[in-house]
């Protein structure tokens, strides 16, 4: 009798530590997915020949056979040769599971063919 609740004691351990890790994965892909999204918007952002307007910009990504919503906000720094770009991106829930920094310059340097 003694060995059988020891049983069940060490069985309902494993089963809550299974149930943790299964969560643990559903966040982690979760994360994953978003932080590819805001890679893809501040790429974007970055390779644009057009700098972003300067304030806050929203929109919807499909990803991973989710939306995902972004918010992308563009402010000056203290140079006026640098732009900051921060992306959040967002579940369905309203969530934030991805954020990015980076920084652009606010006009492409100028090409010059020899």
């Known amino acids: 009798m003694v060995a059988l609740a020891v049983f069940s004691l060490a069985a309902m351990a494993l089963i809550r530590l299974e149930g943790a890790t299964i969560r643990g994965a559903g966040i982690l892909d979760s994360t994953l997915v978003a932080q590819m999204v805001a890679r ?3 790429i974007e952002a970055i390779t644009d020949p057009q700098p972003p307007a300067i304030g806050k910009t929203q929109g919807v990504e499909q990803n991973g056979g989710r939306a995902w919503t972004w918010t992308r906000v563009t402010q000056p720094t203290g140079d006026v040769r ?3 770009i921060e992306v959040a991106v967002a579940d369905a829930n309203g969530t934030v599971h991805g954020r ?3 920084v652009r310059p ?3 340097p100028p090409v010059t063919v020899s």
């Open 40 to 42: 893809n918007v501040a």
């Open 82 to 84: 640098i732009l900051r």
């Open 100 to 102: 990015l920094s980076v």
């Open 106 to 108: 606010p006009n492409p």
